[in-house]
Each structure stands twice: as C-alpha cells, then as structure tokens.
C-alpha cells in the first residue's frame, strides 16, 4: 500500500519537453483489495484514490507549506481516465437492470466532476477544472491539455490526476471489442492514481522533473510510472 | 507571436426538436418546448416519465452516429473537404446506453452487443466518429459533466488562439438514456411537474434532453484564406471552480462570476456590452438564485435588465452536450437577432429577479452574447460569442 513520501530523490526520466513535475502523489488498492477511505463516496475507490493521491502529493490541505497554498486562483486541475469511475456506473446500471433502483448516493459519485469539487474545497483551488478521456492514451490527452492551459497562461500550475480502475467485465467487454480501435491501451488490472503537480520550466525553485506535451504514449506512461514507483521508493 | 483570432465556420446541430438548425430555430426561438412522456425505455419504475426526446422512428441512434450527422453538417458550412489533420474534442460521458444494454443482456444471459459495449466509454465515442470520418488526432473526450461542451469548444479555442492547430472540430453529444434518468429520477432531481421553469417561484427541476452539436473552430486568418464566412467570434471563455461543494453551487455564485468576469476580460469586453445571456438555468431551487448572484455581480443593477434566458425550458438540460447546444443557440440569436425566450416561467421569484424574456421571442440587435455553464463539483464555464 502507499507510504509518505517527503521529498525527491529520484531523478527524472529523460524526456524532453516542457513541462516541470514539482510534485507528485500515487495512490493503490492493496492487494487485500482496500482502498482508502473518503467520506461520501462509498461502493468505488475510484474518488477515494483520486483525493489519496491528491493529497500525497499536495499535502495536508490546510498545509502553509503546500504548493497549492495562496495559489489555488491559478492552479488548474486536469483529471485523465479511460473507463471513469466504471464501478460505480456498474453498480448502478446492474441494478436498473435487474428491475432495482440505483441508490441516491451512486448519482453525485457517477460523476467525475465530484470528487475535484471536494478537492477544490479542501485546496481552496478555484482554477480551471477539466477532465479527458483518449483510447490510445488518455495520459497524453492529460498532458496535453495541462500543458496548453500553462501555454494559454489560463494557469499557472496544474494538478494532473490520472485514475484507472482495475476492469471489470463491461470494461473488458468494451476494450476487447471488434470495433475497438487496435492501438487502445491495454485494460487496466490495478486500480491507482497518480497526481503531478506540473509548472513551466524555470517557474518553480525545485529541479524540475521534465516531460514534453505532445508525447508519444511510451514516454507518458514512463512519465507516470515513474512517478508511480517513486511514491513506492518513498520519494515524493 | 500573436494569438490568433478564433471564429467559428461551421455548426451542425441535433436537438428534441429534432436535426438541424432550422427545427431547433423553429422550437427555441418560438418558445415552445419539448418536452413528453418518454417512450424511448420504460419509465414505469421511476417518479417522473417526461424528457425532450427526438425519435424518428428509426429506432435509437448511438451517440457516434449522431455526432457524424452533426458533424457533416458543420464541415459542409465550413467548406472543409480534407479532415484528415482535424483534431476532434467531444464533450460526452460515454453512450450510457451501452451500459444499460450490457448489463440488461448479461442479466437475462444473453450475450451483449460487443459494438454497443464499446461505445459506453467516452473516448470510444470520439473515436468512432473520427474513424467514421477519417479525423485526425488528437481524438479526446471531455468528461466533466455539464461543462464538458464548452470545455471542448474552450479547448478548441486555445489550440487556435495559440497557433497549436488551425482548425479543430469540437462539440458535444448527450442522448436521453434510461440509465442516466433513472439517476436522475431516483436523486429527485427531476421537475415534478413535466415541465421546467427556471427563475420562476416553485420551480422544482430539471428534465433531461437530446442534444448534439458539432462546431468547426479555425483562426480567423485560416478562415479569410479560404474564403470562409465565420458564423461567429469566439473572444473569450474560462473556466473555474466554486472550491465550495461536491454537488451545491456556491449560494453566492462565486465561481459562475468568476468564469463569466474572466471570459469577458480576455474578449477585452465590459459586461456593459453584452446584448443576451444564455444562462445555465436548469430549474432546480439551488442553481438559479445562485446564478442570479452571479450575474448582479457582472453586470451590477444591469443584472435587472439585460436578456437572460434559460433554453434548456424547452431544450431539456443536454448534460454533456449542454454547452455545444446552447452555443448553437446564441450563434442563431446573433444571426437572427431574436432572444430566446425562458419557457415555463409563471410567478416572478424574488430570489431570482432577472429580465429572463418570460413573454417569448424578443427582436433585438445581438452583437455579443454570453453563455454559461456549470456542474457538479462546482465546475463552471463562460463563453463570449460575437457577431463577425
């Protein structure tokens, strides 16, 4: 399962580009199958990873040392998932079929938007909210969009936030259809989530980890591998 | 370099009135709305059974299929016959009918349509109509709710502005799906009385409707190069966050303001100028007095005064699509120079004390229209459309 990770140590994987990682959080169902917890979510740990690894990598949220503190006018959050929260669309749509309703509480949480809301409240963020889907490599649309509202100067750092959960059989069925694009990524057979906290170069006093927006999808998935097995080695 | 200046050249649209411009011109802009019991699924398990569904008797189409009818439409206005370098950004949360259908099927034991299936995820959606058209890339979803149209067509705009694509095609496709209105119906979110009625006293909700819309986006340079007659200036949008509650828009409507303020300074202009708002109105009791705040913070007392209208009163709220529909409509009420009307309005609320164009179709000269938008989690989208 996660542990704390304090500072960088690691260093960066060579990808060229335009983009600095100043933080970055990772966040896991352990292979008991627990996720964290997150109140008002229930049933998927799809919002409960989202806010771990969030957190992990922001801080505390009335932290004065967070890098969101007094900054949350011009952080823009991007959230990036294939499926979405799958399960918990699952759930509900399980349900309606077999003639039962879909409780209350599964309609807020259906929607991706949600979770960022309790992010934004507890981060005072205040920024763009935007969230993107891509077959190939929704890591890549993630980049890409964090780093045009940097470029658009509509921000000033963005928390990017890339969630799979691990899939189920409508997932499946969907990713192994003949109609599927060839190229789609594989499905997902862990559920995590990787937040970065993404600057321009030469905007931040840390030495910036650095990826380049538009990027072919092996350097993105190295890019959030990486960040994903430095949160296992203890390194923020 | 300088940024560029942002048009729109072409626009397809599919609404409850039923495809194209000229039905929905004939539905919005005559006040008439909608709205019927569905007879698209079975409703006999839920509170309420209305929606602004469009069937043609041809069965349901997918959300893909739609988007490529909208789409076609857009490019043939555009006068855009090579594609194949467009990049395409779609507001859409996946056909949820592929989820309803996989799940119907796997329940009874039969086996679920593989096609169907696939499209229940949103990127596949995109896909589809790229590999239907033979669009470029990239081929992104945007899946964050009721803003996910605007945000495509804000996307679009600054892939543009910065000279990162000439032209892109954006939009938004949301189609009236047994599973997302059973959400709905059981979170009570759903008008009570079959109809909306935004801004009035006893209002009690939203009812969901069909919606698709398509846009060619390309810099103003490109478009006068090609001859292309821009249906509309794109000068300003943002987007921001309430930072307030996972479902409840901030009670003073903060953010709302905030988007519509930003939207205006990078159009460069005073709200003073701004001849008709398309609000996001969606009729519930929370969202309107929050979105009048909003607007007596922009516009000061002219808050009492300049046009704003809820056309989701006869559209029903489009959800993902809600933006791109809405942005058809401002671009006809720039072209026409008719206001929309708010359909449904019946007592005044004092909570809500706006000019929401209660007495139908008004004839003005619209130069510059706002439009707004917003979601859960407290996301909120402005958008500055011009006439050329």
Not at chain 1, 146 to 170: H, M, T, W
Not at chain 2, 224 to 243: F, K, Y
Request: with cysteine.
């Amino acid at each position: 399962m996660t542990t704390q990770h304090p500072t960088q140590k690691a260093a960066p994987p060579a990808v060229p580009g335009a983009l600095a990682v100043v933080g970055s959080g990772f966040s896991a169902v352990d292979g008991d199958g627990k996720a964290p917890r997150l109140p008002g979510f229930v049933a998927s740990p799809f919002a409960p990873l989202v806010y771990d690894a969030v957190r992990r990598c922001l801080g505390a949220p009335d932290s004065e040392d967070s890098p969101v503190a007094h900054r949350g006018e011009r952080t823009a959050i991007v959230l990036g998932s294939l499926a979405g929260d799958a399960v918990t669309a699952d759930l509900a749509g399980e349900k309606v079929a077999c003639g039962g309703v879909a409780e209350p509480v599964l309609f807020h949480q259906t929607v991706t938007t949600a979770v960022l809301g309790v992010i934004a409240r507890d981060y005072r963020i205040t920024g763009p909210v935007t969230c993107v889907s891509a077959v190939r490599d929704t890591g890549a649309a993630l980049l890409d969009s964090a780093a045009l509202l940097l470029e658009a100067q509509e921000a000033e750092q963005v928390l990017a936030v890339l969630v799979e959960l691990a899939a189920g059989p409508r997932t499946l069925a969907a990713l192994a259809a003949p109609t599927a694009d060839p190229l789609a990524a594989p499905a997902p057979h862990r559920s995590t989530a990787v937040a970065l906290l993404l600057r321009t170069p030469g905007d931040e006093p840390v030495a910036p980890r650095v990826c380049a927006p538009p990027v072919p999808a092996t350097a993105t998935a190295r890019l959030f591998a990486y960040a994903a097995t430095a949160a296992d080695r203890g390194v923020r | 370099m300088a940024a560029e200046t942002v048009v729109i050249t072409g626009a397809g649209v599919r609404s409850a009135f039923g495809p194209g411009e000229q039905r929905l011109l004939d539905g919005v802009f005559a006040g008439r709305h909608a709205f019927a019991p569905v007879t698209r699924f079975d409703t006999s398990r839920s509170r309420g059974n209305v929606a602004a569904l469009y069937d043609d008797g041809r069965g349901q189409p997918g959300q893909a299929q739609v988007l490529a009818e909208c789409a076609r439409t857009a490019l043939d206005t555009a006068g855009i016959r090579d594609v194949s370098a467009l990049p395409v950004l779609i507001g859409t949360k996946g056909d949820f009918q592929g989820v309803h259908t996989f799940w119907r099927d796997t329940v009874t034991g039969d086996r679920p349509d593989p096609a169907a299936t696939a499209q229940s995820l949103a990127g596949h959606v995109v896909e589809e109509l790229a590999t239907t058209l033979g669009l470029g890339r990239p081929r992104t979803a945007f899946t964050n709710a009721c803003v996910a149209a605007a945000d495509a067509l804000a996307h679009a705009c600054r892939l543009v502005r910065t000279g990162r694509a000439e032209a892109v095609l954006c939009g938004g496709a949301y189609l009236v799906d047994p599973e997302v209105f059973a959400k709905f119906d059981q979170a009570r979110a759903l008008s009570s009385d079959g109809r909306v009625r935004p801004f009035a006293k006893g209002r009690s909700g939203l009812l969901l409707g069909d919606g698709a819309a398509v846009f060619v986006v390309e810099s103003a340079r490109r478009a006068c190069e090609r001859g292309a007659r821009p249906l509309a200036v794109v000068s300003g949008w943002a987007l921001t966050n309430d930072a307030h509650h996972v479902v409840h828009p901030h009670p003073q409507g903060a953010g709302l303001a905030a988007a519509a303020e930003a939207a205006l300074r990078m159009a460069g202009a005073d709200p003073a100028s701004v001849d008709y708002v398309n609000a996001h109105g969606t009729g519930t009791p929370l969202n309107d007095p929050a979105e009048t705040k909003a607007l007596y913070r922009v516009f000061g007392e002219r808050a009492r005064t300049v046009p704003v209208s809820s056309t989701k009163s006869m559209t029903g709220h489009a959800l993902e699509a809600a933006g791109a529909l809405e942005a058809v409509i401002c671009l006809l009420a720039l072209r026409e120079g008719i206001v929309p009307p708010t359909a449904g309005f019946t007592e005044p609320d004092p909570e809500c004390d706006l000019d929401c164009v209660p007495e139908g179709p008004r004839h003005l000269d619209v130069r510059r229209v706002l439009s707004l938008n917003a979601a859960f989690g407290g996301v909120n989208s402005a958008l500055v459309l011009e006439r050329p």
